[in-house]
């Protein structure tokens, strides 16, 4: 167990990164911020993961592997979002999504 810090706690400090990712991603119009928010909200439910495993059972590391998972998988979905941010800014000269119509249909 963690030294003074309690699993409420934990939960509290990764629902806030979780929502504060959620209104990033709802507000922004550019593409790069709401990528990063996209981010913000994975690595919280990462360290949910993490947090809870070790507070209901230590000594398997399924939490730990799962948060392994979920971060190769935001880097793979980082690369492919960046890809295609950098296509479009090619095409259009803007990354604001309400100017972007390219890949509408």
Do not use: C, W
Not at 79 to 92: C, G, K, Q
Request: avoid cysteine; aromatic fraction near 10%.
């Amino acid at each position: 167990m963690i030294e003074g810090v309690t699993l409420v706690e934990i939960m509290s400090l990764t629902t806030i990164l979780f929502f504060i990712g959620v209104y990033g991603f709802l507000t922004r119009t550019n593409l790069m911020a709401m990528l990063m928010s996209l981010e913000l909200m994975i690595n919280a439910e990462a360290v949910n993961f993490v947090s809870i495993n070790k507070y209901l059972s230590p000594a398997i590391l399924q939490g730990q592997i799962f948060s392994l998972f979920i971060i190769a998988l935001a880097a793979a979905e980082t690369a492919l979002a960046v890809a295609i941010i950098l296509h479009l800014f090619r095409l259009t000269n803007t990354i604001d999504v309400k100017e972007v119509k390219t890949l509408k249909y």
